[in-house]
């Protein structure tokens, strides 16, 4: 399953504006993202319930790794809020894929990766720190 990086992204936006005691189908959630397949959101919505970066309730299914277009997409996980920090910003996600010449072929956490790193550094330069004090934070 090939995962569309700027769908992953989207989606993570979408259900983060979920309202609290509210859910969204999945079909609805790719209703709100209409430029991607609901194949691509499937397969992004099932890796990221899998992952702990999203809820899903009512996961009803005969295989335990796929969801339907009826199921209910609660909101992020502690761990999506986290990973949604670091490409959150259009600065950010633009510089990755201008810089990295094979974005489509990159995993999404791959991408994560990235971006954790660049937000390191930001913030290394920003504070001035020693190289005995860098931050490396890991935030997902």
């Known amino acids: 399953m090939k995962i569309n ?6 989606i993570l936006f979408e259900v983060e504006k979920i309202p609290y005691g509210e859910t969204l189908t999945v079909a609805k959630l790719q209703e709100k993202i209409s430029d991607f397949s609901i194949e691509d959101v499937l397969n992004i919505v099932t890796l990221f319930n899998k992952e702990h970066y999203i809820t899903i309730l009512d996961k ?3 295989d335990d790794n796929d969801l339907f277009r009826d199921n209910k997409v609660k909101g992020l996980t502690e761990k999506g809020y986290k990973t949604l920090d670091l490409i959150r910003s259009d600065k950010i996600w ?18 994560f990766d990235i971006a ?25």
């Open 5 to 10: 990086n700027d769908c992953a992204r989207k």
């Open 60 to 62: 009803a299914s005969y």
């Open 94 to 111: 633009n510089l990755i894929k201008e810089k990295v010449n094979n974005f489509e072929e990159l995993s999404i956490y791959s991408i």
């Open 116 to 140: 954790n790193k660049i937000i390191n550094v930001q913030h290394n330069e920003l504070f001035d720190l020693p190289k005995d004090l860098l931050i490396q934070n890991n935030r997902w």
